[in-house]
């Protein structure tokens, strides 16, 4: 009896043990889960700034300056977008490179001087040498345009003028950017030659269309649009896989038998090493943002884009996946940026 006794007691204080080691780990994680949800909550506590590649005006500036405004809403912080133009967009993503890694600035900015930039050479450095956010937004809008000047019509036209007078059409771009891209796989997949030179920023660009200096630019639709319903240029194709419904009736290079598809995603991009609750946490803000009914009207009365957003994992995996398509391309587009 006095064994059996002895074996009870025994059980109790083995069963003891371990109830009170499961509630000390149990007590342990539920510290670290409320450290983790703390450090998310308090941030932003403070402004917080966003640098752009691009001029003001454009479709990145209008994309930055929308998304700022529901941030604001949501986090109580402001978003300071800072326009820091020139070199192809490298000024702007190399400042934020060297940046600290304290929350307090990333880079708002899209494919082309993260990607197109590395491929043509222009950096040597990738996407991944940033924290990667989210993609808050993806412009579907980009159109092939053309001055009234240059008499080109339609894409028929444009093929017809460019085979009689090779490298007479002048294309304007941003040299080693996302529409100097787009205009060599224009001319790669259509099977001309055009005249690419620099006209700068999508704003500047628009003066030089408007100022017969240039008879070709890819741009936002809703940066041209009151220019194509006056007259003053004139829509030649869309760059999307299929019409962007709020564009109105204007083809896709596929229909018009040419495989050229290219969207233009935006990015939030941190200064690698950022704590990895902040970037979970700009990654949950540009979703909350998204689902903002004005938010999107704003998008689709802006620049005619529809809403899109893509989580950390998801923005990276898309990035990557373009970067391995266009990486194909790095032989031309060095060779046309020279």
């Known amino acids: 009896m006095k064994k059996t006794w002895a074996f009870i007691i025994i059980g ?29 909550i308090n941030w932003p506590d403070k402004a917080f700034e966003v640098v752009l590649h691009a001029a003001a005006g454009g479709d990145t500036d209008f994309n930055a300056r929308t998304f700022a405004q529901y941030f604001e809403e949501i986090t109580g912080q ?25 929350g307090t600035k990333a880079l708002f900015t899209h494919i082309g001087p993260l990607i197109v930039n590395e491929v043509s050479g222009l950096i040597d450095y990738n996407f991944e040498a940033f924290d990667i956010a989210t993609i808050p937004a993806v412009d579907t809008s980009t159109i092939l345009v053309a001055s009234k000047s240059s008499g080109i019509k339609s894409y028929e036209d444009l093929v017809e003028k460019a085979k009689a007078e090779p490298e007479k059409i002048i294309y304007g771009t941003e040299l080693g950017g996302f529409s100097h891209l787009q205009g060599l796989l224009l001319q790669e997949r259509a099977g001309i030659k055009l005249q690419i030179v620099d006209a700068g920023s999508a704003s500047e660009k628009v ?5 017969d200096r240039i008879d070709l ?22 760059f999307g896989a299929e019409r962007n419904p709020l564009l109105g009736d204007i083809p896709t290079f596929k229909e018009k038998g040419v495989d050229l598809v290219i969207d233009k995603p935006y990015v939030i991009a941190f200064p690698k090493g950022t ?17 903002i009914p004005e938010y999107g009207e704003k998008l689709e009365k802006g620049f005619y ?8 994992e998801e923005a990276i995996e898309y990035l990557r996946s373009i ?16």
């Open 217 to 238: 630019a890819a741009i936002s639709y809703g940066t041209v649009k009151d220019h194509i319903n006056t007259g003053d240029m004139v829509a030649i194709a869309q």
């Open 275 to 291: 704590d990895p609750a902040i970037i979970k946490r700009m990654s949950d803000i540009a979703v909350e943002v998204s689902q």
């Open 323 to 338: 970067r391995e398509d266009f990486m194909k391309y790095k032989t031309v587009l060095r060779v046309g940026s020279k």
């Open 207 to 211: 003066a030089h269309l408007l100022g």
């Open 12 to 40: 109790v204080l083995i069963m003891t043990l371990l109830v009170g080691c499961g509630a000390k780990e149990e007590a342990a994680n539920n510290a670290a889960n409320n450290t983790g949800n703390s450090e998310e």
């Open 305 to 312: 884009q529809t809403v899109q957003v893509y989580e950390t």
């Open 78 to 102: 402001p978003m300071v977008v800072t326009n820091m133009d020139g070199a192809g967009g490298s000024i702007a993503t190399q400042t934020v490179l060297n940046s600290p890694a304290d």
